[in-house]
């Protein structure tokens, strides 16, 4: 500001006008402040996330990628009372003709799981019923000689179709569920001959292995993928706010 006029003893002051380089550095002082408050909202938000999302996705990474490694093991020699849900699948079970084989359990990382195994009266087919959050999931297997194998669940699933992986599941009942299992038995039987025998505990062990070895995992990778995926992407998230904040001004 400058004097310009002394009149009536009062002074008149120009209007101060600042010149482009101020008003260039005055906005860029304003977009840096919000830049670096976007960035740190952008980081709490993706810190919270993490801290919410990470440790579910953590487990089922831990899961899917010992799935190939970890054996299941014969849980008696006595009989362990399954819950409701999978006693009630048991029951239905055993009305269309399937026997108790035993109960197996396996380590994971959150602790033990255990499942409720029967067969059917061919040998040809064994049905485990395991707990889950929604009840009981029920899933039969059938595997041949020439290591092709056939899992149909009920009451949800994959479904994937190999040469030697044939994947399936049906949302209706356990009886459309064994139906479905044996037509694809039918199906494949001209092709891959008669399915391997499971009589025992000790079979269903072999094959359990078996099928670890070969095709452990591959039921798993899309819900896996719907666990981790986010958490990765608050992980990535939360690092590039870190960096937004680290190399601003």
Known sequence: MGVTHVGGGLLSFAKYTPDPVERRTAATIRSVSVDRILSLVLFVL??????????????SWQVYAGVRSRRLADAGPLEIPAPDAVAARVRELGELGFSRIGERYLRLPEGIRYEWNVRDETGATYVSVVPVLAGSLVVCFTSFDDGTWIQTSFPRGETIERP????????????????THRAIIERLRPVHGTPRRILTMADTLRMDADYRTRFGGVTLRRLTATVVLPALLAAALAVFAALALLVEP
């Open 164 to 179: 030697n992986f044939h994947c399936s599941f049906v949302t209706t009942s356990v009886a459309d569920l064994v139906a």
């Open 46 to 59: 993706s810190v919270a996330l993490l801290v919410r999302l990470g440790p579910a996705a953590w487990r």
